[in-house]
């Protein structure tokens, strides 16, 4: 009885400290959604077009550092539920814990890109560069500085230990979490999808972007459906119950989200660097590497690591 108890209680030790990794990584991705939203809607502003060249090709680079602060703070999730099917395990501790660090450096330094291209908009370039200089400052300062000097005085602390099954409730609460965490990169580019449609700058754009930019609208409406949809069928068709088929349901869907959630950024890559560059040869290279850079982090890593562990798995059975 006692050993059934304690082999309860590191399996909920552990199945919590991942669940509040994952509210940690939906608390900073609210965070990259404002600036993420913020790269895409300033390529439609009026006043974009009378920015210098540079400051164009610097607000590119924050999109960029934005995209890849995005791309780490979801990648643990799927991850979760590609690899360890939505178990509690300490790989996944292991990896929100390592993606949401390194999430950390593109998002203060993407804060740094932004406020330099409005602070110089608005006064001119030293004052722009020096605000950037300071913005990065006090966020790698706060977020990293603060954290490192904290861990120093902590004791040594070791993992919760890997438990063999979870329980359903514990995997069905982290499941929406993770949902959670998807869905507020589809809220800010689908807001900026259908404003950017009706501005003058839109119209302006070949008929070929406008086309990339519709369909991309369409796939992230789907990713942002798919995403809510396990909430209301919990409710709707479970009373809100734990329910296995709705966890596997649930977990295909959240899986399934983040696919043309990846197209839907590509696409609208596509438009914000035309936009910059006016150059559709850019533009749909920066696309293309985008989607590529999304679908392996988001799909084809975590692919691999599942086949690693099935391979290893069976490594240790022939051998036993």
């Known amino acids: 009885m006692t050993k059934m108890f304690l082999h309860r209680s590191r399996c909920m030790e552990l199945g919590q400290k991942l669940k509040v990794a994952l509210d940690e990584s939906r608390l900073l991705i609210l965070g990259a959604q404002v600036l993420f939203g913020f790269q895409f809607q300033a390529a439609f502003q009026e006043a974009f077009t009378t920015l210098p060249t540079d400051m164009k090709m610097i607000h590119a680079a924050g ?20 690899v360890y099917a939505g178990e509690s395990r300490r790989g996944a501790l292991e990896a929100a814990t390592r993606y949401a660090s390194a999430s950390l450096l593109p ?75 998807l869905i507020p990169g589809a809220q800010a580019l689908l807001g900026f999808q259908f404003v950017a449609t009706l501005t003058k700058s839109f119209q302006e754009l070949p008929e070929t972007l406008q086309l990339v ?39 295909v869907l959240v899986i399934a989200g983040a696919f043309p959630l990846a197209i839907g950024i590509g696409a609208d890559v596509a438009v914000v660097f035309y936009k910059v560059t006016e150059s559709l040869g850019y533009s749909f290279a920066a696309a293309g ?21 099935d391979a290893n798995a069976m490594s240790h059975r022939t051998t036993a």
């Open 63 to 82: 999109l960029v550092l934005l995209l890849a602060s995005v791309c780490l703070l979801i990648t643990p999730s799927l991850q979760h539920q590609i």
């Open 107 to 181: 998002l203060t330094l993407g804060l740094g890109v932004s406020s330099c291209v409005v602070f110089t908009h608005l006064f001119g370039r030293t004052v722009g560069c020096s605000v950037a200089i300071a913005m990065a400052l006090i966020g790698l300062s706060f977020l990293y500085g603060l954290g490192f000097a904290l861990k120093a005085l902590q004791k040594e602390k070791t993992m919760p230990t890997e438990e063999r099954t979870t329980p359903l409730k514990v995997k069905i609460e982290q499941m929406l979490t993770e949902a959670r965490v």
């Open 213 to 251: 930019h519709a369909g991309g609208l369409c796939a992230v409406a789907l990713a942002a459906m798919l995403l809510m949809t396990p909430a209301a069928v919990h409710r709707i068709a479970y009373d809100g119950e734990d329910n296995p088929t709705f966890f596997r349901i649930g977990s």
């Open 289 to 309: 590497a985008s989607l590529a850079i999304l679908l392996a982090a988001w799909f084809g890593y975590p692919a691999w690591l599942c086949h690693s562990q």
